[in-house]
C-alpha cells in the first residue's frame, strides 16, 4: 500500500499569515491527490482535489501543488475559520490512504 | 444538493456483527462510486473501503475478510456490514462519495457520520 505523510504533525500560525502543509507518498500517485479540512466533531470537507483544483465554493486563499510524491497546501492570509486539521489523501490506485493530519491552531 | 445519511450505528460486543447504512439523494446514486472512512476517537481519518457503480468493491488490508460494502441502487442507499468486530473497530463511520468521473475529484460529499462502539 501507498503511505501518505504529512509534515508538520502541528503548525502554530496567527490570522494574517501565509502556512503551508507538505505530504510526501511513498510512490508515485502522478496528480491523483486530494486535501480535506476537518473542524472538531465535523465530517471533513473536500478542500482540493487532483492536487491543484480547488473545489467549488472553497476560498482562493487555498491552493495546491506538487506530483509525483511531494505535495503542498498552501493557505494565504489565514482566517479564523481556517484553524483546523488538514489531511491528504491519494487515489492513485484501488486503495486510497490518508496521511496522518496537521493541525493548524492559534499562535 | 447532495445529502448522505449515515444511520445504524451501535454498541456492539467484540466478536459480533452491525450493519451501518448510507442513505442518499441529489446524485444519479446509481452512476455514483460510494465509500466508507472511519475515524476512531481522537485518531485520524483511516480508508475502509469503496464499491463503484455496478457493484466491484476494494477494501483496506485492516477490514478485508470482515467488511463486506454492498448497495442497493433501487433505494439510494449502501450498506456496511461489519463482521468479527474488534474493539479497534470503534469509530466514527462515514460514508462520501468516491471518485468522480467527470470532475475527476474524489470525496466531494459526506454524511455526518455514525457511531460504532466494540467494548464488553
Known amino acids: 500500500d501507498i503511505q501518505m505523510t504529512q509534515s508538520p504533525s502541528i503548525l502554530y500560525a496567527s490570522v494574517g499569515e501565509r502556512v503551508t502543509i507538505t505530504c510526501r507518498a511513498s510512490q508515485s500517485v502522478s496528480r491523483w491527490l486530494a486535501w480535506y479540512q476537518q473542524k472538531a466533531g465535523k465530517a471533513p470537507k473536500l478542500v482540493i482535489y487532483?492536487?491543484?483544483n480547488l473545489q467549488s465554493g472553497v476560498s482562493s486563499r487555498f491552493s495546491g501543488s506538487g506530483s509525483g510524491t511531494e505535495f503542498t497546501l498552501a493557505i494565504n492570509n489565514l482566517q479564523p475559520d481556517d484553524f483546523a486539521t488538514y489531511y491528504c489523501?491519494?487515489?492513485?490506485?484501488?486503495?486510497?490512504?490518508f496521511g496522518q493530519g496537521t493541525k493548524v491552531e492559534i499562535k | 444538493d447532495v445529502l448522505l445519511v449515515e444511520s445504524g450505528g451501535d454498541w456492539v460486543q467484540p466478536g459480533g456483527s452491525l450493519r451501518v447504512s448510507c442513505g442518499a439523494s441529489?446524485?444519479?446514486?446509481?452512476?455514483?462510486?460510494m465509500g466508507w472512512v472511519r475515524q476512531a476517537p481522537g485518531k485520524g481519518l483511516e480508508w475502509v473501503g469503496r464499491?463503484?457503480?455496478?457493484?466491484?468493491?476494494d477494501y483496506a488490508a485492516a477490514v478485508e475478510g470482515r467488511f463486506t460494502i454492498s448497495r442497493d441502487d433501487s433505494r439510494n442507499t449502501m450498506f456496511l456490514q461489519m463482521n468479527s468486530l474488534k474493539t479497534e473497530d470503534t469509530a466514527m463511520y462515514y460514508c462520501s462519495t468516491d471518485w468522480d468521473g467527470d470532475s475527476h475529484s474524489q470525496g466531494a460529499y459526506w454524511g455526518q457520520g455514525t457511531l460504532v462502539t466494540v467494548s464488553s
Open positions: 464499491i463503484r457503480s455496478g457493484g466491484t468493491t
Open positions: 489523501q491519494h487515489y492513485y490506485s484501488d486503495s486510497r490512504t
Open positions: 487532483k492536487a491543484s
Open positions: 441529489g446524485l444519479i446514486f446509481s452512476d455514483a462510486w
